[in-house]
């Protein structure tokens, strides 16, 4: 069985300093990881995925995440943040093979002050 | 415009009272799958589909059903709604592998 931990319910910081957000999971087999982005009152879109390849990935609006696989984790990064990066980060597991199910973790808020 | 649209996108009902939600995508892609959001609870998967005629339960199939007729389309349907499946749905669509596009979203209240 698949699972999924965000190690921070909530992120404060202030604007123009680095975040990271922190995902770990845990799987039996091979899978495939994403960041999902959700403004208030919208869907969710992507903002990067690792499917294969190089473990640093980066993604829309200057974020990056680095797979760990012995460690088991999958954290967020931006260098410098602004406050329209206010809003609800997720990330996700889905399995490589077979039936693709998706695991997402239970989400962190990030908040962004001036 | 590549998108998945969701109907209704708000639905306030009672107790018992079937209803259908329907999700369409024009992307052609294989895979779809439906969510419920919950707070602190983040994104839990109800179903997925593979393709027209196979779907699979995720990890909160109890209350609900779906059905894959056609590729583009996707309801979930639940024929007994109780309280406890207010909350905030999405749908959502990929190819195999990849990143999912999701609905805007529909807010049910089962009162």
């Known amino acids: 069985a698949q699972s999924v931990t965000q190690l921070d319910s909530q992120v404060p910081v202030f604007e123009e300093a680095p975040v990271e957000l922190r995902c770990n999971y845990s799987?039996?087999?091979?899978?495939?990881l994403f960041w999902y982005v959700q403004y208030p009152n919208q869907g969710l879109q992507l903002l990067l995925k690792?499917?294969?390849?190089?473990?640093l990935v980066k993604g829309i609006n200057g974020f990056e995440a680095e797979f760990n696989k012995s460690q088991t984790s999958f954290h967020l990064r931006k260098p410098s943040v602004h406050i329209s990066d206010t809003a609800e980060y997720f990330c996700a597991v889905s399995e490589s093979t077979g039936g693709f199910k998706t695991i997402f973790g239970a989400g962190t808020r990030l908040f962004v002050k001036a | 415009e590549a998108q998945v649209t969701q109907n209704p996108r708000y639905l306030i009902t009672v107790t018992g009272k079937k209803l259908t939600v329907t999700c369409s995508q024009n992307?052609?892609?294989?895979?779809m799958s439906w969510y419920r959001q919950d707070p602190g609870l983040g994104l839990r998967q109800i179903y997925y589909?593979?393709?027209?005629?196979?779907?699979d339960k995720g990890d909160v199939p109890e209350g609900y059903k779906v059905s894959r007729k056609e590729k583009r389309n996707f309801p979930l349907i639940l024929e007994s709604p109780s309280p406890n499946q207010t909350s905030l749905y999405f749908c959502?669509?990929?190819?195999?592998?990849?990143?999912?596009?999701f609905g805007p979203g529909t807010r049910l209240t089962v009162l």
């Open positions: 690792y499917l294969s390849g190089s473990t």
């Open positions: 589909s593979m393709n027209v005629e196979v779907t």
């Open positions: 959502a669509s990929s190819l195999f592998g990849g990143e999912q596009f």
């Open positions: 799987s039996s087999v091979s899978v495939y």
């Open positions: 992307m052609n892609h294989e895979y």
